[in-house]
């Protein structure tokens, strides 16, 4: 009986480690996701939110784009898409005094006004998941 009941102690153990293990990688990382909070279709869109740039899949108004990782990233970032065949994008002017995020997974929203500017019709909303 002890042995039965040392065995499932190791056992529990083993799962509990394994479990610790893939949550702790898991949330290794910076993830980032985009959400198209407008009323446009969002196409060929890169962002790049501190030392790297990804490219997303195009967004359709109110759809949200799985995580992407990044290697660091701030609160907010360079964002180029199109709308109806038109280059629009947000370009920050530099991140001086600006904390780098810390791991986890968050959320662009990203609006779209009337203007025909290219630097004036994007606006980015940050959300900590």
């Not at 898991?26 to 939110?49: M, P």
């Not at 964002?79 to 780098?100: A, K, R, S």
Request: aromatic share 14%.
């Amino acid at each position: 009986m002890k042995k039965v009941y040392l065995f499932i102690v190791l056992f529990g153990l083993i799962i509990m480690a394994c479990s610790k293990e893939e949550t702790t990688s898991s949330n290794d990382g910076i993830f980032i996701r985009l959400k198209n909070t407008s009323v446009y279709n969002y196409k060929n869109i890169i962002v790049e939110a501190g030392m790297t740039a990804n490219v997303y899949e195009d967004l359709e108004p109110n759809q949200i784009s799985e995580y992407q990782e990044f290697d660091s990233a701030f609160a907010y970032a360079f964002v180029e898409l199109e709308i109806e065949g038109n280059t629009f994008t947000i370009q920050p002017i530099d991140f001086i005094g600006e904390t780098m995020l810390e791991d986890g997974f968050y959320t662009y929203e990203i609006s779209a006004n009337e203007s025909t500017e290219q630097y004036g019709r994007l606006g980015l909303l940050f959300i900590e998941d």
